[in-house]
């Protein structure tokens, strides 16, 4: 009798700790190769005034200069130093011995973003940049093959070999990287300017397009779509980075933010989101610090270009602000972590890194 109401009880409780479950959406955002040294301490003392990667840097300082960290950090991101550090949570400040790393050995863009999205590293077969179909199932895919998230997946990114890392053509998934233009029977107004603007504007890169083009065109799509997951890979950073540009890497990192912040309050005002979607935001890969010109790149040759970290926010996300505590977590724990907040059990064959527990109640 005992041990019948025992599992009544039991069955009970399980059915109440199912039932918290607020996320529906999922939002996977990734800043290109943004350093963890920034979004902790803000613009870096050694780079600001630095002629040779900055035009002006009087006008630079008064933008993101102040002499704390902790201020420096709000100027260059406040959405992230108001709101998530408030409502949600940040990993990844190595000054506190919280460590968040790649588990790939790569610490360059493909590898990096198969490992967010795929659940683990593959250094045998995800090796460099090259537009090779992705081998391994991202959780996006294995979210798409779902009935009650079939068709509610979508992909916008900056860069153009997305379309591969996420193997748009086995996972059906609409993925829309790099110029690609938004295509269909009934675009919307601003989405024909977009796509009209994106063909005039200046190309500072070939593989890349600016961010602001990813950002309204994936807002466009969840207005007219509502996926219920939905991932966004913002590239700007890395590219001003790589050209020596910390005035620019600045500048797109803060926009970045004030990007965020807009999809954030679109959906706290849309009745499928509004406080039902959980936001997880990432980079694909860190950059150097010593020696001083290794901010500029990453791969395994340049240290420290495998530290990054993780931002998460939304309605089942204790509000612990910047987690302090010593702890080690790594790249592939994205994946399953996403799938986490929205009851499914991501797994494919390869995929190995955990879900973080202190990410849900
Ligand atoms: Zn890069």
Redesign the pocket.
Known sequence: MKSKLLIILLIISCGAFAQKRKTENIFIITL??FRWQELYAGADPALIGKKEYVNDSVALKNSFWAPTPQKRREMLLPFFWSTIAKEGQLYGNREFKNYVNCSNKMW??YPGYSEILTGGADDERINSNKKIDNPNVTVLEFLNSQPAYKGKVAAFGSWDVFPSIINEKRSGIPVNGGYEKVTGPSLTEREALLNELQDVLPKFWNSVRMDGFTHYYALEYLKKNTPKVIFIGYGET??F??GGKYDEYLKSARQTDEFIKGLWLWTQSHPQYKGKTTFIITTD?GRGTVPLDTWR??GDEVDGADQIWFAVMGPDTPPKGEIKEPAQYYQKQVAKTAASFLGVDFSNDHASGEPVKAMRY
Do not use: I, Q, T
């Open positions: 290109d190769g360059f863009s890395d590219d980075a790589h890969h790149s990453h």
